[in-house]
């Protein structure tokens, strides 16, 4: 195993800034996910990590040794590519088997006859066989070995190109959204299939998606990424907990988290003509703020209050265990949200909803697990107790 270093990386294409600056610390074992939106950079730090994209400014170190002037070869990585890219003219075995003959390749191996046979004394030695037989056992592989990957579903293909980058052993392995290809079922446990994997090989992993489930249950630590820039690195906790601006915030969890505007007076926090309790520093300067909340930290009720916020339902949907309703605020109360034209605060709750959209509803809102944010920045201020 060993740890990275990614330290001051940036990198352009012409005069296009695609990786700002980036400084990341992944320690021994660690499964990092790098997450974010397509386009937003995070294939492109993979693929310098890996070696397959020069970076432009920076430095990359790898088990303490600089390793971003090396070519890939040099680096002791694997790299698992969202298409599978495996050889369909070769056995699973022979796939799962080319980066060991790769290891003692020789020019001469290119010779027809001679090249050939001494392919095969390779894939034939102890060391070889016992690999692929150790890893195809883990992988459920083993009844498969001599069959191609045209006659393999997807889910399949995926593990044997996992298998053929884990029996090198590197110090790293690379992922670049692996599970793409696959159904959402298939997903489910191919994920599950890594996660053991991460634990019981060791080595460090760095994953990315898009895909905000992979990365919260995948991941020991998460960084999103936004136009080439990390938003926030840390645990999945962290970053669901106490998301470092509006952009994180907005991104994990589904339904993402409410931000209802509001305003400090100096000494209130105010969502309209309503005060909701905050223990918040006098020194703090009267401004527009949003108030961030997750959904499942709100509770509805039919009984209008003056001392809740009062609206009505526009939209329910049930989605098996919980139901997820959307209330649009009254007297101008509005929640911000940029995802679209529906400006209202989502709610679950858990089991079958009996609400109709157009009913009367108020909300109240637990202040413990308030964030506030500024709503000229986006950015955290502090949450609320």
Known sequence: MSAIEINNVSKKFGAKEVIRDINVSIDEGDFLVLLGPSGCGKSTLLRMLAGLESISSGEIVIGGKRVDQLPPGDR?????FQSYALYPHLSVRR???????MQEFRLWYHLPIIG????????????VVEK????????????????????LSGGQRQRVALGRAMVREPE?????????????????????????????IGGTFVYVTHDQVEAMT??????????????????????????????????IGTPPMNLIMAKWDGARMMVGSLAIAANLSPTLAASDVLLGVRPNAIT?????????????????EHVGADSIIAVRLKDGRTAHN???DLDAVMVTVPGYCMLSMGQAVSITIDPHQMILFSAATGERIRRLT
């Open 300 to 316: 509805l009720a039919t009984d209008l209050s003056n001392d809740s916020l009062n609206g009505e339902v526009v939209m329910v």
């Open 172 to 200: 790293v392995f690379l992922m670049d959204e692996p599970l793409s290809n696959l159904d959402a079922k298939l997903r489910t446990s191919m994920r599950s299939e890594i996660s053991r994997l991460h634990k019981e």
């Open 218 to 251: 995948m991941g020991t630590k998460i960084a999103l990424m936004r136009d080439g820039i990390i938003q926030q690195f840390g645990t999945a906790r962290d970053i669901y907990t106490d998301p470092a601006n509006t952009y994180v915030a907005r991104f």
């Open 116 to 127: 050939a046979m001494a392919k095969r004394r390779i894939e034939n030695s102890p060391r």
């Open 95 to 101: 796939n799962m088997a080319f980066p060991l003959l």
């Open 338 to 340: 940029d995802d679209g």
């Open 132 to 151: 692929i037989a150790k890893m195809s056992k883990i992988l459920g592989l083993t009844d498969m070995l001599d069959r191609f990957p045209r006659t």
């Open 76 to 80: 002791d990585i694997a790299f698992v």
